[in-house]
């Protein structure tokens, strides 16, 4: 008769894990952070009971306590960073205002110079025009066609003094020679003049 082999209700059947067991942490993790937080907090349990009595008692004893804390240690370290940091951040600003400063009054005293010279600059700016005009062809011309006129009338002048009798003879020919040669002189150069600026304006300068 064969012989039968019983199967086993497992056999075939693939185990898997409960789904619980598989999410859950690994104990030595949980242990880790454990250690990390108590390694931050204060150990109460190296404290007698007296000491618990004075830190719930004592102020002052809380206050050092806390203070030998690593945490707030870490704290203070950061802290005092912090704040050497920001006062050698004012110092810099103290001492770039100081600099500003300079800077502004070194732009002002640039700002009061330039004006007097802009101001020295417009005076020689009318001097110049001034003389331009004073030294312009044209205005020569019409200062020397005024200055023979009036020796002109000096010329006149003088006749009529010598014939109300006001002058004797040498006199009124000295005085009227005088003003007759000026006469002539200016003329002259004023005309040589109106031709030198009548070719000019032919040549379109």
Known sequence: MPTTTQQSPLQGTTLHPHPHTQSHPHPHQ?????????SNMPNLSTLSLDELKQLDRDPEFFDDFIEEMSVVQHLNEELDSMMNQVENISRENENKGTHLVELKRRLSDDCTALKTLGEKCDQLN???????????????????????????????RHVEHFLNGKIDVQTFLN?????????SERKAKEERLGIQLSALERAGI
Not at 30 to 38: F, H, I, V, Y
């Open 30 to 38: 949980d242990n880790m952070k454990l250690n990390a937080e108590e």
């Open 126 to 156: 009318k001097k110049y025009l001034k003389k331009s005009e004073e030294y312009a062809p044209q205005h020569i011309r019409e200062l020397l066609q005024i200055a023979a006129s009036n020796a002109d009338a000096d010329c006149d």
């Open 175 to 183: 005085t009227y020679q005088s003003s007759k040669k000026i006469s």
